[in-house]
C-alpha cells in the first residue's frame, strides 16, 4: 500500500474523511488518481441512519438504534488482496423529546464513534494482508 487511492462515490461522508485522515496519519501515500496507485480501496457503500428500538405506552420513541454500514475491498496491482466486505457496526441510545438538542448531540457523537471503530477495524484487516 505504498501508494493507494480511495475509490468513493462520496468524498464527503464521514467515514470516507476519517479512513482518509487515518491513513494519511498512518503515513500511507494517497494519491489522486487509480493509475498511479499501487493499491486501491474501494468503498461500494457507505450508509448510516437510525430506527426506533423501543416506544413508550403512548407511541412515542424512547430508545434508538444508530447504525453504519460499509461494503469495501481492497485491490492490488495484479490481484484482490481483500474481497468485499459488508461491516455494519451499531449503538443505541435512549430518547427524551424534552432534551432535543442534547440527543441530537449524543447521536452525532455515537455516529463518530462508530466511524472510529469501523476504521480501526478495518485498519486491523489491512495490516494483517
Do not use: C, H, W
Amino acid at each position: 500500500m505504498e501508494r493507494t487511492y480511495i475509490a468513493a462515490e462520496d468524498q464527503r461522508s464521514l467515514f470516507y474523511r476519517e479512513l482518509r485522515a487515518t491513513l494519511e496519519a498512518s503515513g500511507v501515500n494517497l494519491v489522486d488518481s487509480a493509475a498511479d496507485a499501487t493499491a486501491t480501496f474501494t468503498i461500494s457503500f457507505d450508509a448510516t441512519d437510525q430506527r426506533v428500538l423501543s416506544v413508550s405506552a403512548r407511541n412515542v420513541p424512547t430508545e434508538y438504534e444508530v447504525y453504519y454500514t460499509v461494503e469495501y475491498a481492497l485491490q492490488g496491482v495484479s490481484q484482490d488482496l481483500l474481497e468485499f466486505q459488508i461491516l455494519t457496526l451499531t449503538r443505541d441510545y435512549t430518547y427524551d423529546s424534552t432534551l432535543v438538542l442534547g440527543k441530537a448531540r449524543e447521536e452525532e457523537l455515537l455516529r463518530e464513534a462508530i466511524v472510529d471503530d469501523l476504521v480501526r477495524i478495518i485498519l486491523k484487516q489491512i495490516s494483517t494482508l
